[in-house]
Each structure stands twice: as C-alpha cells, then as structure tokens.
C-alpha cells in the first residue's frame, strides 16, 4: 500500500475535511492541493434508503457545474469562489422524497464546505407519492464496532500503524477516530475524528449494511461521513470495513477513502478487531 504524504486522522472513529495549514513542511498546504489560494471547496454526500431506489441522481452547484453520483455516495466540487453556493439533487424519481432541497452552502477561503442529502423511496408501483420526510440515511438495526490497527509496526510516529477506534450505528449515531503514524505533522501523527456530539460539524450522512469489498459482502459495512482532521479541516470520507473473521485471526479489513485529497489508506487488521452486529 502506497500512502500519500499527507493524511488527516488522529480521531479518525468520526469523519474528516480538508482546509487547516499543516505544519509538516513535506506535506502540501490546502491551498496546493486547491490550485488557487483564494478558491474553495464542497464535499457532497448522497444517502437513499427504503425501496426501488434509483441508481443515482445527478447534483449540481450554482446551476452549472454537475456531476453523477450513486445513490450513496460522495462527490467533491473543487475551485469555488468564497461566498454562498447553491447545491442541489436532481433526477430524484416520484417515488423518493428529499429534505431541504436546493440548500446553501457557505464557503470560506481555502476551506472545504460540506452537505448531504438523505432520500427516502417507497414502492414504486405502490402508489405513495411522498415517502415521508427525506429518510434518516440509513434507519433500520445494525452496529458495528471497531478498535485496533492495520501495518504491524508499533503505533509510535514514523511507523507504518493506522490505528482505528470506531462505534456507528445504522441510525447515524456514533463516533470514529482514526491515526496515521505514518503522515506526521511536526512529529504529531495526523488524525481524523467524527463525533457528532462532541463536534456537529462532523457527521455519518449514510450507514450500508454490506460491502462487495468483503469475501462475503454481508460481513461488510460501508459508511459516509465527514470528519475533522487534526490540522482542523472538515472533509468527506468513507469507510469500509469487513467483519471477516474472530478477533486476532488476521482477517479482518479496514479502508478509509478520502476523495478529496485522493487518499485512500487500507489493510487486514493486524491487531484489535472489527465486529459487526
């Protein structure tokens, strides 16, 4: 596994966003990765819950920038002028039902925004026209847990250990923390948190209940959140985990994707364990 050289999660079991200065001399300021240091960016999550669920939609920013996405997943718009931007979820069937939408988003220099939406869809050939207010993105039972690490150096900085911390739950409720002691910021590892309580700013905007990234996709979770690294930035994430085997077995799996910073860090568990319930 390659790993880029800069990542953010020291509380990585709760969600992440691009934006803070990094003192790491190696490690690119926001706004080399933007291109411009005046421009910004937003992180668009998509969640649908319920039944005959579309494909996708289609999101677009000020009327003209758009772009696909699944019906779960994420898309970044990058070079946006500081100010309020206007997002919105397009090519939503009759049968599924979205909050607010058009919504603003508000941007800072340098910094990246974030939204999500959350469809709620009913049986097509049923006749209910509304679905009810927008889904909870998930709804529905189901947990998992995670402590312990992929790399199999000790978790000191200047090795290759993530270490990861996580409880989320189906309601979008939780937290994540996460650790790369690999990425270092003035000799302080990076992290990335999401704890919604702690932190509003930090949200899990779409919890699935199984992942094809696992041998048997039904061990599998897949979730979308944002989360703050520890240079302070908010950014979009997902994490995918597989609950594989017992712990100590080795065959658990953890991944995170950062879209965003096109980072992507994953690995089997090599210490601690994942357990979906």
Do not use: W
């Amino acid at each position: 596994m390659t790993r880029p050289t800069r990542f953010v999660r020291a509380v990585l079991f709760a969600t992440l966003t691009m934006a803070g200065a990094c003192s790491d001399s190696q490690s690119p300021k926001p706004e080399a990765l933007l291109g411009l240091p005046d421009l910004g960016t937003i992180v668009v999550t998509v969640s649908t819950s319920g039944s005959d669920v579309p494909s996708g939609y289609t999101v677009t920013v000020d009327g003209s920038q758009s772009q696909s996405v699944g019906a779960n997943g994420i898309v970044t718009f990058m070079g946006l002028s500081p100010g309020d931007h206007t997002v919105s979820l397009g090519d939503v069937p009759s049968n599924c039902s979205v909050g607010d939408n058009p919504r603003t988003v508000s941007l800072i220099a340098g910094v990246v925004g974030a939204t999500g939406f959350s469809a709620g869809c009913t049986d097509a050939g049923g006749g209910g026209g509304g679905g009810g207010g927008g889904g909870g993105g998930g709804g529905g039972a189901g947990e998992v847990i995670g402590q312990g690490q992929i790399g199999t150096g000790e978790p000191t900085p200047g090795s290759d250990a993530t270490t990861f911390d996580f409880d989320i739950r189906a309601d979008l409720t939780g937290r994540f923390t996460g650790t790369d002691y690999a990425d270092l910021h003035g000799g302080t590892p990076a992290t990335l948190t999401t704890d919604p309580v702690a932190d509003p700013a930090t949200s899990f905007n779409a919890y699935r209940n199984s992942s094809a990234a696992c041998s048997d996709p039904s061990r599998g979770v897949e979730v979308d959140a944002v989360g703050r690294e520890d240079t302070g930035s908010l950014v979009g994430y997902t994490l995918t985990v597989c609950d594989n085997g017992p712990a100590g077995s080795g065959t658990d799996f953890f991944k995170v994707f950062i879209p965003s910073e096109d980072f992507t860090v994953a690995g089997t568990v090599t210490r601690g364990d994942i357990t979906k319930q």
